[in-house]
């Protein structure tokens, strides 16, 4: 079963900052697509951003400009740096593994952490 453990977490003012990690026990970093995906309460879960084992990036549009995502594949971590947080990101946030694409283009993944809550406050 894939190890993937989220940290980072926490409850800022809008415009604040905050970075996610996610380490994996399970795979190699450098040889999978990792990323994040997020849900807000009473909604469906949405992805959010991605990197591919080569290090290309995919943005979601609503957060496009504001997250970067990133890696260290010698510790087998990726990272999410979201800048300019406003209260519509408020949500739980999934680290994933193994980007699968979805007939329509969007992207999901084969394994998932526990997750990591975001809050966000006006």
């Known amino acids: 079963q894939a190890q993937l453990n989220e940290s980072g977490g926490g409850s800022v003012q809008a415009g604040g900052s905050l970075r996610l990690s996610c380490i994996t026990s399970?795979?190699?970093?450098?040889?999978?697509?990792m990323g994040w995906s997020r849900q807000a309460p009473g909604k469906e879960r949405e992805w959010v951003a991605s990197i591919d084992s080569d290090g290309r990036t995919r943005y979601a549009d609503s957060v496009k400009g504001r997250f970067t995502i990133s890696k260290d594949d010698a510790a087998n971590t990726a990272f999410l740096q979201m800048d300019n947080l406003e209260p519509a990101d408020t949500a739980m946030y999934y680290c994933?593994?193994?980007?699968?694409?979805?007939?329509?283009?969007?992207?999901?993944?084969?394994?998932w952490g526990q997750g990591t809550q975001v809050t966000v406050s006006s």
């Open positions: 994933g593994a193994v980007c699968l694409t979805r007939v329509g283009g969007s992207i999901t993944f084969g394994a």
């Open positions: 399970q795979y190699m970093s450098k040889d999978i697509c």
